[in-house]
């Protein structure tokens, strides 16, 4: 029968820590909340932005300037975008995305890795944990997660599109959790750069625009906005995601906790009644032993 002291210790341990989890879950649940409403504020402008583009579509083959986004190369350069968490507690958040990136390492763009062609930007302090050691890191920001800024990020677009127009980059993909419900996060693997997967979407209305400026310079000023709206709502995503999963964890960490106290009470109440039948015992005994 275990001593009574250690269960006693080991109960205020638990009691702690369902404490520290039900708090961590309370928090979590707020930010979720934060982090849902600017997605939400976003989406009429993103959706706005993409339909003007899909209703310009039938321009972009002959726009030279322009094309160079939309241009399907073969992927000799490749560049993957890890957005993860900077903190952990999460569940299999961070893992995910990291077992994505070297699945894609190892099977679609094995050459490329062999090479030195496979290049990784890692938004997230556990994606720069676990990805420096086996990839050749071209960027990394953990504190745009902490408080996200369409301008930061818009900096980092810019030189990605610079770089892909360059043809210094063949291909862009984003890997992250995509947010369904606070139970669950899919892991989601984007195209960013070439810019098909716009032009590719039908249009079920074309709007006859008046265009001013040229249909070019539109173009051009579109795709820009689209490309840093679209990474800014992928990391806007990715922190809903995050806050979700770790609600999720710390909630089953929490009833875990319960458990786990319910059995230690019961232990506690068996060894002290035990103890009592000891006493009671050895009274009894010494008794006799007295009386006789």
Do not use: W
Not at 49 to 69: C, P, R, T
Not at 169 to 179: L, P, S, T
């Amino acid at each position: 029968m275990p001593n009574l002291k250690e269960i006693r210790t080991r109960i205020a341990s638990v009691e702690s820590t369902q404490k520290i989890t039900s708090a961590m879950k309370l928090v979590s649940a707020a930010k979720l909340r934060r982090a849902q409403n600017a997605i939400v504020n976003l989406k009429p402008y993103s959706n706005k932005l993409n339909e003007i583009l899909q209703n310009l579509s039938d321009s972009v083959g002959s726009i030279s300037v322009e094309s160079s986004l939309f241009a399907v190369r073969k992927p000799e350069h490749v560049v993957l975008i890890a957005i993860t968490s900077n903190r952990g507690l999460c569940g299999a958040f961070n893992s995910n995305v990291i077992k994505e990136i070297h699945r894609l390492a190892n099977e679609e763009y094995q050459i490329q890795h062999q090479k030195g062609k496979l290049k990784l930007i890692c938004i997230g302090k556990k994606a720069i944990e676990q990805l420096q050691k086996n990839y050749e890191i071209q960027y990394t920001d953990e504190s745009v997660l902490d408080a996200p800024r369409f301008e930061e990020i818009a900096k980092i677009v810019s030189g990605l599109i610079t770089d892909f127009s360059a043809k210094k980059i063949d291909k862009i993909e984003i890997i992250y959790n995509h947010f369904l419900n606070p139970a669950t996060q899919k892991t989601t693997r984007e195209s960013f750069l070439p810019m098909v997967h716009l032009v590719e979407q039908s249009s079920e209305k074309n709007t006859d625009f008046i265009l001013e400026p040229s249909k070019e310079i539109l173009i051009n000023e579109l795709t820009h906005k689209i490309l840093k709206l679209q990474l800014y709502k992928t990391v806007l995503d990715s922190i809903v995601a995050e806050h979700g999963a770790r609600m999720t964890a710390m909630s089953k960490a929490t009833e875990n906790a319960i458990e786990i106290l319910r059995d230690l009470k019961l232990k506690y109440n068996n060894a002290r009644q035990a103890a009592i039948t000891n006493e009671l015992n050895e009274i009894v005994s010494g008794a006799e032993a007295l009386h006789n």
